[in-house]
């Protein structure tokens, strides 16, 4: 019979508590060993405010992407004014931790100032997307590892040609928006990595399928017009009920098209929903991980990929608990931290995948 102790200690570290979980390397410094950043989005005045959660997003993330505060609506809510105190915080805690941060996001649909509406023209857009970039991307030059300068700016189901979602600014300039972003971001923070970021591409079905192929359309364009474009962002938020349909081969073969271009691959809002599975905590957990490994260990077989963010660190702060709230009322567990920050299974999964790449 094996003793209790004995067979505790034979337990895997999936037990995740106390001194073992105290034991495991931090996620930052599994991806640092592999050449790779692992951060989480940040949310303010989350981060301000709450120390423990402060201090847990210290110690496992050496990337920090804002979740909110450089939205058009936050960064710069009337025509002249511009707010960066949040955004000022988030960049002094990165420089004290020793980690780097990202932007998002420069232009998107969603979270724009609603001055806009009332400002904009066909004949004024172009100069205020321009100055918009050229002030945002202007305030930390030299000091932001990379931009998602335009953000979802595709979706097939618009009917347009071309695949573009029909966002404001492409109703005001056309596709060539995109262009003007990027060429104004360049010239704003010419360091700072210039990224595309969408959402909407990780399994292997017709959706799927058509967007894969008109984001890979889009950056081929902007790489055949010499558009500064230096990388391409997976947003990742992906759900166990559409867990089937989710196939290695097919992730790696999209993103292995898009290392073709030369560019390079950020993972950027990573987390997994958990509604399609039952309350039981440990079920849930377990395959909240599995999807996190399988996807990963995917993604991470293309050397392109250089960076891996979940959008959020802890279940306790997850845009998902309003979205994707369980029936039950059970909190949801979306994340490589619980709500008392405890290391889940989701954290392990994360770290054999950033291992299983290899020195
Ligand atoms: O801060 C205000 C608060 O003052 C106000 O009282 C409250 C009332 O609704 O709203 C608060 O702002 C909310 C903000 O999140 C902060 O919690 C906004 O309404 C809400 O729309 C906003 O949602 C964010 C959403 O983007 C829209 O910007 C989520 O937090 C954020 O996680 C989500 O992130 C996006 C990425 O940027 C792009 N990819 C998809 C991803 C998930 O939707």
Not at 142 to 156: F, L, M, R
Not at 326 to 343: H, V
């Amino acid at each position: 019979m094996i003793e209790r102790r004995s067979f505790l200690a034979a337990l895997p570290a999936a037990a995740g508590i106390g001194a073992a979980a105290q034991a495991e390397r931090p996620l930052r410094e599994v991806a640092a060993q592999r050449g790779m950043w692992f951060g989480a989005a940040a949310s303010w005045p989350l981060l301000r405010d709450d120390e423990v959660y402060a201090r847990h997003f210290a110690a496992e993330c050496n990337m920090l992407v804002p979740e909110n505060v450089l939205k058009m609506q936050v960064v710069h809510p009337e025509p002249e004014r511009y707010v960066f105190i949040p955004w000022d915080f988030l960049a002094s805690f990165c420089q004290k931790h020793g980690m780097k941060m990202r932007g998002h996001t420069l232009v998107w649909h969603q979270q724009m100032a609603p001055w806009f509406q009332r400002v904009a023209t066909r004949e004024n857009a172009r100069r205020l997307l321009e100055e918009h970039i050229r002030t945002v991307a202007g305030h930390y030059r030299g000091k932001i590892e990379s931009w998602d300068v335009v953000n979802e700016a595709i979706d097939v189901k618009d009917g347009v040609a071309g695949g573009y979602r029909k966002t404001p600014w492409f109703e005001l300039l056309g596709s060539e928006y995109i262009d003007f972003a990027f060429r104004a971001a360049r010239e704003a923070d010419p360091e700072a990595g210039l990224v595309y970021n969408d959402y909407g591409l990780d399994y292997a079905d017709e959706g799927s399928a058509a967007k894969q192929e008109a984001v890979l359309r889009l950056l081929r364009g902007m790489r055949e017009r010499k558009v500064p474009l230096d990388g391409f962002g997976t947003q990742a938020h992906l759900n166990v009920a559409s867990r089937e349909k989710f196939r290695p081969e097919a992730l790696r073969k999209f993103l292995g098209e898009v290392a073709a271009l030369g560019l390079k691959i950020y993972v950027t809002e990573l987390d997994v929903i958990d509604q399609a599975l039952p309350d039981d905590v440990e079920a849930r957990d377990h395959g909240v991980a599995e999807f996190y490994e399988a996807y990963l260990s995917a993604a991470l077989d293309v050397k392109a990929v250089t960076a891996v963010l979940t959008w959020g660190l802890t279940d306790r702060y997850t845009w998902l608990a309003r979205r994707n709230a369980r029936p039950s009322g059970a909190p949801i567990r979306p994340l490589p931290l619980d709500r008392e920050y405890q290391r889940k299974p989701a954290w392990r999964a994360i770290a054999r995948a950033m291992e299983g790449r290899g020195a």
